[in-house]
């Protein structure tokens, strides 16, 4: 289903990402804001082997990034038996066929495979339909994590499942 990423699906990956923050941004919701995060970042996260890509249709339709460590989200939970999921995203041409579900179990399947028991994950604390679909796949909301003014976040709702 999924493959690891190649330093070459980058750019797709960042071109997902900025559509769905304009999509995000379209309907209200402050997550991500595009352009905001440079090509070599997602380089370096590839290169170290953070990023999944599913290539199908018409190119890269979905990702996701499993971490060993969060400390900006999760900055108390160092050495804590958790992996940590982010750039979860589908294209809005396959919302609603269950995708985001089956990218969501293979970062699970990653994480118990690497010996962790829980997955967390975070959203951005004001997008209710997320949270929710978060909840409704098991998992347990932990708290808001509040950021300075000077980091450039927005509060980000926190998210653990017990992965049996």
């Known amino acids: 289903m999924l493959r690891p990423a190649q330093t070459d699906d980058a750019p797709a990956i960042l071109a997902l ?13 402050r997550q991500w804001t595009p352009g905001q995060v440079p090509l070599a970042e997602i380089q370096a996260q590839i290169a170290v ?6 290539d199908d249709r018409d190119g890269i339709e979905a990702t996701v990034r499993v971490l060993d460590d969060d400390p900006l989200f999760w900055p108390d939970a160092e050495g804590d038996d958790a992996g940590y999921i982010h750039g979860l ?30 997955a967390r994950l975070d959203c951005v604390a004001s997008n ?5 679909y978060y909840e409704g796949r098991g998992y347990v909301f932990q708290g808001v994590r509040e950021f300075p003014p000077d980091i450039g976040r927005v509060p980000a ?6 992965l049996d």
């Open 17 to 29: 990402r900025d559509a769905l923050a304009r999509w995000h941004l379209s309907r209200g919701i």
């Open 89 to 118: 995203m589908v294209a809005r041409s396959r919302a609603g066929e269950g995708l985001g579900g089956r990218v969501l179990a293979f970062a699970e399947g990653m994480i118990r495979s690497r010996g962790w028991a829980a």
């Open 49 to 54: 082997g953070q990023w999944h890509v599913l």
């Open 157 to 162: 709702a926190l998210f653990e499942k017990p």
């Open 128 to 132: 209710a339909d997320l949270r929710g």
